[in-house]
C-alpha cells in the first residue's frame, strides 16, 4: 500500500512539497502535526548513523518520486561520469523530464508532472516524448503539444507563471509555453534539503 504524500513529510520531518499548493497553507501536515507518524510519533528517537543515512536517501527518492530500483540505477550511472558521485546524481535527477517540468512551474507536483508527460503532452526538440524519466540535455527544448495548452492540466498556466521564478540554469519564453534547458543543474540549482555525502554513503556500505 502506498504511503500517504502528508505522511512521507511529517516521517521525514521535512516539507517535502508533494501536494503542489496545500504545502503552502496552513493545511498542510507538517504546520498541523510537525512530528512524525504513528502512536509514539511525538517521542524523541535516537537515530543511528546508518538510520541518518537511510532516512537522507528516503527523503531524496520520495522528492524526485522514484522507487528504490529507479533510484539505484541513478546512483550506479552517477558512480560512472566523472566528478563528484553526489553531485551527477543530482545532475542526473534535475534533468528527468518530469522534474524538468516541474521546475518550468508547468505543474503543482513532481507527480503532477509525471502524469503530464504519461499523457503526451509534451513534446522535446519537436518530438513527442512521453518518458517521465527522459533525461535532457544542454540546449533540448521543451513544449506542449500543439492545441493542448488550453487543456485542463495546464489550465490559467501563463498567469501563474507570471509569479513564477524558474531555476537559473532553465530559460523559461513565457510567450511561446517553451522551457530551455540553459545549462547543466548544479547541486546549488537542486535546492534540496538533503545531505547528499549521507546518501553516497549509505550506498557506499
Known amino acids: 500500500m502506498k504511503e500517504a ?23 498542510c501536515a507538517m504546520v498541523k502535526k510537525p ?9 524523541r528517537r535516537n537515530i ?14 520520495q522528492i524526485y518520486n522514484l522507487r528504490e530500483r529507479q533510484f539505484e540505477r541513478y546512483l550506479n550511472m ?22 524538468f517540468i516541474f521546475r518550468l512551474g508547468w505543474a503543482e507536483s513532481r507527480k503532477k508532472a509525471r502524469q503530464i508527460v504519461n499523457h503526451g503532452q509534451i513534446l522535446v ?3 513527442k516524448t512521453d518518458i517521465p524519466s527522459f533525461k535532457l540535455s544542454k540546449g533540448d527544448v521543451v513544449t506542449i503539444k500543439r492545441g493542448k495548452e488550453n ?18 540554469w532553465i530559460l523559461l519564453d513565457l510567450d ?15 535546492g534540496v534539503s538533503v545531505d547528499i555525502q ?6 557506499s556500505r
Open 125 to 127: 526538440n519537436g518530438k
Open 78 to 99: 552517477a558512480s560512472k561520469e566523472r566528478g563528484i558521485i553526489g553531485n551527477n546524481l543530482l545532475k542526473n535527477l534535475e534533468l528527468r523530464l518530469d522534474n
Open 5 to 27: 504524500s502528508c505522511r512521507k513529510c511529517r516521517r521525514v520531518n521535512q516539507k517535502l512539497f508533494l501536494k503542489g499548493e496545500r504545502c503552502f497553507t496552513p493545511k
Open 198 to 203: 549521507m546518501v553516497v554513503e549509505y550506498y
Open 176 to 190: 511561446k509555453l517553451e522551457g530551455k534547458v540553459k545549462s547543466l543543474p548544479t547541486q546549488e540549482d537542486a
Open 151 to 168: 487543456s485542463v492540466l495546464f489550465k490559467d498556466l501563463k498567469t501563474k507563471l507570471k509569479k513564477y521564478k524558474t531555476p537559473d
Open 48 to 61: 543511528s548513523e546508518f538510520g541518518a543515512q537511510l532516512a537522507e536517501k528516503q527523503k531524496l527518492c
Open 35 to 43: 512530528y512524525p507518524p504513528g502512536l509514539h510519533g511525538k517521542r
